[in-house]
């Protein structure tokens, strides 16, 4: 079975500052990959998907990022980090034989300042 | 277009009653169903997932939902509610297309059960 990793786990931030988050994913091939944000601790919101190796769709326009430099590892990025930025960040995992299922890693909390 | 409704925001229980923590879809073609927990600080667990077949599934801890695709639903159940369940309950559905695979969730429903 697979296992996603994220780190780092929590992460304090001043505004203006780049940003680099890592989700790397174990015991699968050819994962699709996604990263959620959540605020508030409450809904999930989809910001990039990826369907293979530098294969990135953005759900919505904002001041993130994502790259897929390897088949197993996604990361999230900035250049300027925003107030809004901060967030509850997930990555997950669909590895293709679970009828959409997706697996989720253990999130990194970002706090902006 | 794909969507997903929880309507209620909370929903509070008494240890030992039954719970239903609500979710109406909204589909084209048959529906990939899901249902997730989350506790404070961690990413989603997988509960459960209807595809086909037996309206009612069965998953992890206890919990079992029901597909009624006269109503559109996919309720969460569970007949005996424990403290440890609070936390806060997702359901998703799948959207499939050319290139695109995802999972439209609902906005969450957060179950408290209090002893």
């Known amino acids: 079975s697979q296992t996603i990793h994220q780190w780092p786990a929590t992460l304090v931030q001043p505004v203006g500052s780049p940003l680099s988050l890592e989700c790397t994913v174990e015991?699968?091939?050819?994962?699709?990959l996604y990263w959620y944000r959540q605020a508030a601790g409450r809904g999930l919101q989809l910001l990039f998907y990826?369907?293979?190796?530098?294969?990135i769709s953005s759900e919505v326009p904002q001041n993130l990022s994502a790259s897929r430099p390897q088949d197993r590892q996604f990361i999230l990025s900035s250049k300027k980090l925003l107030l809004s930025d901060s967030g509850f960040y997930l990555c997950?995992?669909?590895?293709?034989?679970?009828?959409?299922?997706?697996?989720f890693g253990p999130g990194t909390r970002l706090t902006v300042l | 277009a794909q969507s997903v409704a929880q309507p209620e925001d909370q929903v509070n229980v008494a240890e030992g009653n039954p719970l239903t923590v609500k979710c109406t879809y909204s589909v084209s073609g048959n529906p990939y169903l899901f249902w997730y927990v989350q506790y404070p600080n961690r990413g989603l667990q997988f509960l459960l997932k209807?595809?086909?077949?037996?309206?009612l599934v069965k998953g992890s801890y206890g919990f079992e939902a029901e597909f009624n695709k006269s109503q559109t639903s996919f309720h969460l159940k569970k007949p005996s509610a424990l403290v440890s369940d609070s936390a806060l309950y997702f359901c998703a559905v799948r959207y499939r297309s050319y290139n695109t695979d995802k999972l439209i969730f609902g906005t969450g429903t957060r179950l408290q059960v209090f002893p």
């Open positions: 990826s369907v293979g190796i530098g294969q």
């Open positions: 209807y595809i086909t077949g037996d309206n």
């Open positions: 015991g699968t091939s050819n994962p699709n």
């Open positions: 997950a995992c669909y590895p293709g034989l679970a009828g959409g299922t997706q697996f």
